[in-house]
C-alpha cells in the first residue's frame, strides 16, 4: 500500500531564517505531487504541483519555492521567511494520468510550521 | 472555471441525529467531485468520490453524498452522528487537465457535535 509521510511534524522558526520541509511517497512511482498551504480558519490553497522530477509548476507568487529531486520525494523551501508563511503546510500525491480520468489525492499529515 | 461553494461554515448537531453538509458546484462540464475530512491538526482524509457513475455515492464511516446535477449540489449526508465525527469537512472538485490532478477546495464546513 502506498504511504506519505511528511518531516517535520511542527517547526517553529524566526523571521528571516530558510526553511526546508520533505515530503515522501512510498509503494508508488513516477507519482504528482503537489504542495498546499492552509492558513488558520481557511480552505487549502495549492502552491506547487510536479508531474516528474525536475519538474515544478507554481500556481501563486510567493516566497517559496520547490523541488524534486527524486521520483517520490518533494521539497519545500525558503531561503527567507516571512510572518505570512506561517500556517499549516499538506503534501499530496496522486496517480499520474494521461486521459481525462480524475483521481483523488491522498494528504500526507502536514506541517505545522510558526514563523515568530 | 470549477468552483464548489460550502453553504455552511458552521453546523451544529447532538448524537445520534442526522448530519447534512451542503455543497453547491460550478462546473462547465461534467465534474468529478470529493469530500475530505480533517481532523485538528490532520492531514485531510478522502470521505468518498463522484465520478460520473451512480449519483448516490457511499463512503467511509457511514458517510453518503447524492449527485444532483439539476440543483448543481454534491450535499453530504450520514443518518446518525458521533462524536468522533467532529471534524473539517471540505468539499471539492477536480478540474480536467491532462496529466494531473488540481482541485479546488471550498472553504470548509466544521462539524460540531454535543453528547
Keep these: 500500500s502506498q504511504t506519505i509521510h511528511q518531516w517535520p511534524a511542527t517547526l517553529v522558526q524566526p523571521v528571516g531564517s530558510p526553511l526546508s520541509l520533505e515530503c515522501t511517497v512510498e509503494g508508488t512511482s513516477n507519482p504528482n505531487l503537489y504542495w498546499y498551504r492552509q492558513a488558520a480558519g481557511r480552505g487549502l490553497q495549492l502552491l506547487f504541483y510536479s508531474v ?3 519538474q515544478i509548476s507554481s500556481e501563486v507568487p510567493q516566497n517559496l519555492s520547490a523541488s524534486r529531486p527524486q521520483d517520490r520525494q518533494f521539497i519545500l523551501s525558503s531561503k527567507k521567511l516571512l510572518l505570512s508563511d506561517s500556517g499549516f503546510y499538506l503534501c499530496a500525491w496522486s496517480v499520474h494520468i494521461w486521459s481525462w480520468s480524475s483521481y483523488e489525492q491522498y494528504f500526507g499529515p502536514g506541517t505545522r510550521l510558526t514563523v515568530t | 472555471a470549477q468552483s464548489v461553494t460550502q453553504l455552511d461554515s458552521h453546523v451544529s448537531v447532538s448524537e445520534g441525529t442526522p448530519v447534512l453538509l451542503r455543497c453547491n458546484y460550478s462546473s462547465s462540464y461534467s465534474p ?3 469530500w475530505y475530512v480533517q481532523h ?3 492531514g485531510l482524509q478522502l470521505l468518498l468520490k463522484y465520478t460520473s457513475a451512480a449519483t448516490l455515492v457511499k463512503g467511509i464511516n457511514g458517510f453518503e453524498a447524492e449527485f444532483k446535477k439539476s440543483e448543481t449540489s454534491f450535499h453530504l449526508t450520514k443518518p446518525s452522528a458521533h462524536m468522533s465525527d467532529a471534524a473539517e469537512y471540505f468539499c471539492v472538485v477536480s478540474t480536467r487537465n491532462t496529466g494531473f490532478q ?3 477546495f471550498g472553504t470548509g464546513t466544521r ?5
Design chain 2, 111 to 115: 462539524l460540531l457535535v454535543s453528547p
Design chain 2, 102 to 104: 488540481k482541485l479546488v
Design chain 2, 32 to 34: 468529478s467531485l470529493f
Design chain 2, 40 to 42: 485538528p491538526n490532520k
Design chain 1, 52 to 54: 516528474g522530477i525536475g
